[in-house]
């Protein structure tokens, strides 16, 4: 007689689900309850976004940096790259309710079939609730999917509207987690933004992250990699984080304007986990290079990629370090900034247009 797929031992069972992407990890999780409770328990890598329309969220992932990823170690993020052909578990989450009125997330979850890791959530009809309801249906869907699978997490990606307080205090109970990548989305490509948004999103971004800051003992000691793309994040909140970290091998800071010399004065001298660090990437983040800061990268002795993409100054002298005394294996140097001609100008035209050119009125014909 036929045995059920269910009969099997559940260490057999979950090395099966291990292989299993987000659809299939889905349809096993709705045949029963013990079916359910595997599916979940497998729960360890996860990329989301929650988008209020199929167009603005094409327009969120095309806007998405695609990161240089390092070529000869193997990135924990990695799996998270829509290139890559790993595969591996996920599930979505159904939204809590909660009030005021908001829009449910039924059948709004799609999924890409090149990425098995993402989760592209579209809000039905949101062009009917206001911008503030859609922000809140955003923070508490997100805050339910982190809460549910909090126990197994291990790879987080999220791209995020705004790092609210709620959701902060999620992450900051995730004690499995190993890589955690954060990205603030431009909300300009989703709807008009209200101007008192703005204002309180600011103040709401730095008690997120002074929540994250504080707690980091409790989430961040296990980190191997961190991300932080668009991020209202200065220096002393994410000096903070990274106090607690002791086998932390990658950070990629991208487009984070309040990062200043101060974070690089604390990797060269007060982090204990500098000895581990293999990749470090600080990219358009309006950073100033100066000889401490590549004095700083000289004491970095573990590192086999350095991305300086964006960065300012000394481009030649960087050059010169790397090739004569750091010999970092895959360096990104700054882009060498544009030099402008003071020189006349010279404007080729057609001599078409000349032959029709009537010199009385100025005009062509």
């Known amino acids: 007689m036929a045995r059920s797929l269910l009969s099997l031992p559940p260490e057999i069972l979950l090395n099966i689900l291990h292989v299993l992407p987000i659809p299939s990890l889905l349809k096993f999780s709705q045949t029963c309850r013990f079916s359910h409770d595997l599916a979940i328990s497998n729960l360890h890598t996860l990329s989301m976004g929650i988008y209020p329309s ?85 923070t508490a869907l997100t805050q339910s999917v982190l809460s549910r ?71 961040a000691s296990r980190l191997d990699a961190l991300r932080i793309e668009n991020a209202e994040v200065g220096d002393e909140q994410l000096i903070r984080i990274l106090s607690q970290t002791r086998r932390l091998g990658e950070l990629w800071l991208y487009k984070c304007s309040q990062i200043d010399v101060s974070l690089w004065s604390f990797l060269g001298s007060e982090w204990e986990g500098r000895t581990g660090l293999r990749v470090l990437a600080i990219m358009h983040s309006g950073t100033q290079l100066d000889e401490e800061v590549l004095d700083v990268i000289s004491t970095l002795d573990g590192l086999q990629y350095l991305n300086l993409q964006g960065c300012h100054g000394l481009d030649e002298e960087v050059a010169v370090r790397n090739r004569d005394y750091w010999r970092i294996p895959e360096f990104v140097p700054p882009h060498p900034q544009l030099e402008y001609r003071t020189g006349p100008e010279i404007i080729e035209v057609d001599p078409a247009y000349m032959e029709n050119y009537d010199e009385s009125d100025g005009s062509a014909f």
């Open 149 to 219: 699978h909090c126990a197994t997490l291990r790879t987080l990606d999220l791209s995020l509207w705004t790092l609210s307080t709620p959701i902060a205090n999620a992450l900051s109970r995730l004690p499995a987690l190993r890589a955690l990548s954060l990205r603030i989305e431009d909300l300009h490509h989703v709807r008009p933004v209200p101007r008192t948004y703005m204002a309180t999103s600011h103040i709401e971004q730095d008690r997120a992250w002074d929540i994250l800051s504080t707690s980091a003992g409790q989430w």
């Open 54 to 138: 199929r167009m603005s969220c094409i327009v969120g992932r095309l806007a998405a940096t695609r990161y240089p990823l390092p070529k000869t170690i193997e990135s924990a993020f990695s799996l998270l790259d829509p290139l890559s052909s790993a595969q591996g578990s996920n599930q979505s989450s159904r939204s809590s309710s909660v009030e005021p009125e908001y829009p449910s997330s039924s059948k709004a979850t799609f999924y890409d079939d090149n990425d098995p890791f993402r989760v592209s959530i579209v809000i039905p009809d949101a062009h009917q609730f206001d911008f503030m309801t859609l922000v809140k249906f955003h």
